[in-house]
């Protein structure tokens, strides 16, 4: 999979929508520092770090290699289901599988640097920063969450993990990934979310959705797809 991230520009404050991986799977992927720098970013212009979801691909970008904050300046901004459900040492140590044990390790790493900058929200709250609308997304994990961002009319849906396989989960939509939490749940999460998404004709992209990763989504039956939407170097 690649990991998708999204930097929001919003009346100058810079919100940065998940980090990837970090250094954990170097050298192929983790290059999130790499590519702002290209975008004229430096990680210190950082205000705000916005999480979809708690998992390693999404979270372990928050960190250096030494486990110290990759974005110094950063608020951290969290749904409240999602950080305590990953920051609970019973739901570790009650949970038998090894590869989730590690996703519980490598959270508490992620996000123990920011413990004095997080901020957790309810899921009444629905702007949890200023411009950006939270939709819960629960299933893939606990407090899994969607953003929302209109700007002079338009709309963009940042759905995070409602799709592991376009190809796939398009067409097929009941299908599951191992790193769900709740498989069920995920899969009424990932039909309301597409519904929604057709529906209102929205500009939808994803953290996994292939490069440029912009598209729309149409329903047909009682599948869906996708509407690529062109590379655009300039807004
Ligand atoms: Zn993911």
């Not at 939270?134 to 899994?144: L, M, R, S, V, Y």
Request: proline share 5%; hydrophobic share 40%; net charge negative.
């Amino acid at each position: 999979l690649n990991t998708n991230c999204f930097v929001v520009n919003i009346n100058g404050r810079l919100i940065l929508i998940d980090t990837g991986v970090g250094s954990i799977l170097a050298p192929m992927v983790g290059h999130l520092k790499q590519n702002l720098t290209a975008a004229g970013i430096s990680p210190e212009d950082i205000d705000t770090v916005l999480l979809t979801h708690i998992h390693p691909d999404h979270t372990n970008g928050m960190i250096n290699a030494d486990g110290t904050k990759a974005f110094p300046n950063a608020e951290v901004v969290v749904n409240y289901t999602e950080y305590n459900f990953w920051m609970d040492e019973t739901n570790m140590s009650q949970n038998a599988d090894e590869i989730e044990k590690g996703n519980f390790m490598l959270a508490k790493a992620a996000l123990t640097p920011y413990e004095s900058s997080i901020r957790t929200f309810s899921n009444d709250e629905s702007e949890p920063v200023h411009g950006i609308k939270a939709i819960e997304a629960p299933g893939h994990t606990p407090g899994h969450t969607a953003y929302l961002i209109e700007s002079n009319g338009d709309k963009l849906l940042i759905w995070g993990d409602i799709i592991h396989n376009a190809t796939l989960q398009l067409l097929r939509p009941d299908e599951k990934v191992a790193m769900d939490y709740n498989p069920v749940q995920a899969v009424t999460t990932r039909k309301r979310i597409l519904d929604l998404a057709a529906n209102e004709r929205l500009l939808v992209s994803g953290m996994h959705l292939d490069f440029p990763g912009f598209r729309h989504i149409k329903k047909e039956g009682n599948h869906y797809v996708q509407v690529l939407e062109r590379w655009k170097t300039e807004l």
